[in-house]
């Protein structure tokens, strides 16, 4: 079941049919639109962004840019989904008026108990300190997160965690169907071109972009896991399919520890992946993000690559 329930906007605000309500500065849009989870067969909702000129032509296909939050953007995907707003290309193309020539997709993964675990940046999060589109200019960006370690080089580890899990508990592995159904009403409803859909997240996000893209790596054109490591027996279907990805790390990630990503990077290359690009930022602790979809190098390159027609 999917709706169109609200649409956010910049000043001059115009009416129109229902709660329908567009921009006329820049002309993009951000709506949310629901689906019925089969986790709880509950109504949820996620964000769709549509780009400047998104209405100027209508035969006109549209890049599909799906992106995954991390562990503190949880939520009830209703009230709580503009929590989704923190982070990432939406955060971009919304709050910095960045034109971004994407369909954005962001969903919002259920809180599955991590609220109830003492966790400081979830239990002291306020609805006040989520970023927002201001009528003139743009909000400064927030500070990078500080960090007392110093910068060091990380050799190409072999090591791996012997009981280390495919992906950290309780993440969007468990909503692989909802995530599954979401693409597939985004692409049906939108002008998007099935050719060039992008999958990206931060964190929890970047574990799921890999387990996503393992599971289903025909799906995607390209994808890009930020501060995210991938299990090595997760990599098989991502070589045989040799789906383009660049990873990102941070040197200084007192989260994701850097040295986890070389065992399932090494693994890939020896599967015989031939477009495997990695990409450290020494000085960066976990939101190393921040630089990343700041940055236009991503975009760029994500819109390089393709799917055989």
């Known amino acids: 079941m999917m709706k169109l329930t609200k649409l956010y906007v910049l000043l001059p605000l115009i009416l129109m049919a229902g709660d329908l309500i567009q921009a006329s500065e820049l002309n993009d849009q951000l709506l949310r639109d629901s689906y019925v989870s089969e986790i709880d067969n509950q109504e949820r909702d996620y964000f ?63 809180m599955f108990g991590q609220d109830k675990l003492g966790i400081d940046y979830i239990d002291n999060r306020k609805f006040e300190d989520i970023p927002q589109r201001l009528a003139t200019g743009v909000p400064p960006r927030p500070v990078e997160f500080e960090s007392q370690q110093k910068m060091k080089a990380e050799w190409a580890w072999s090591f791996w965690p012997r009981l280390a899990p495919l992906v950290p508990p309780v993440g969007w592995d468990l909503v692989e169907q909802d995530l599954l159904g979401i693409v597939k009403a985004a692409t049906q409803k939108y002008n998007v071109d099935s050719n060039r859909l992008y999958l990206s997240g931060i964190s929890y996000g970047g574990f799921g972009t890999w387990y996503m893209a393992s599971k289903h790596p025909e799906l995607f054109a390209a994808i890009a896991p930020v501060v995210g490591w991938v299990h090595p027996d997760q ?8 789906l383009p990805l660049w990873v990102f790390a941070g040197g200084r990630d007192s989260a994701v520890n850097l040295r986890y990503f070389y065992a399932g990077l090494n693994k890939l290359e020896q599967s015989g992946h031939k477009d495997v690009r990695f990409t450290i930022h020494q000085d960066m602790e976990h939101d190393t993000w921040r630089r990343v979809y700041e940055g236009n190098d991503l975009y760029q390159w994500l819109l390089s690559n393709k799917l055989a027609e």
């Open 48 to 110: 769709v962004y549509l780009p400047r000129n998104y209405s100027a032509d209508t035969a006109k296909k549209w890049p599909l840019l799906f992106f995954l939050h991390g562990n503190g953007e949880r939520g009830d995907g209703k009230s709580e989904l503009d929590f989704v707003l923190h982070h990432g290309p939406l955060y971009e193309a919304w709050v910095q008026k960045r034109d971004l020539p994407f369909i954005i997709v962001a969903p919002q993964l259920h």
């Open 235 to 242: 990599v098989a279907p991502i070589a045989e399919r040799q």
